[in-house]
Nanobody, 125 residues
């Protein structure tokens, strides 16, 4: 089970860190992906991190502004978002593909097997 939290209201140019908590004993065997869905739009990929955290990937809009990390001892994944823009407003979700799947499986909604509840991020102009 996954649960995203930490969303909120922030002004453009500001920062926010959203977190994903996992309740699974073998958390270190799962890659994690971050996705977002704005009103009226499809869910889109944001970022992904490998089992160990040694490999990360970002959508073009996230490169240079967002950073994904994980703490396997705490079963947590974090998405630090800096220089936020109004177009970043969306519900942010974390998701996991099947156990031992490669990071590429966490880069597309179709690869996700377990979805967490989302957290709303609102960026005001």
């Amino acid at each position: 089970q996954l649960q995203a939290c930490g969303g909120g209201l922030v002004q453009a140019g500001g920062f926010l860190r959203v977190s994903c908590a996992a309740s699974v004993r073998t958390f270190e065997n799962y890659c994690i992906g971050w996705f977002r869905q704005a009103p009226g739009k499809e869910r889109e990929y944001v970022s992904a991190i490998s089992w160990s955290g040694g490999s990360t990937d970002y959508a073009d809009f996230a490169k240079g502004r967002f950073t994904v990390t994980r703490d396997n001892a705490k079963n947590m994944v974090y998405l630090q978002m800096n220089d936020l823009k109004p177009e970043d407003t969306a519900v942010y979700y974390c998701g996991a593909p099947s156990q031992d799947a490669p990071i590429i499986a966490a880069m597309s909604p179709s690869g996700i097997q377990y979805w967490g509840k989302g957290t709303l991020v609102t960026v005001s102009s």
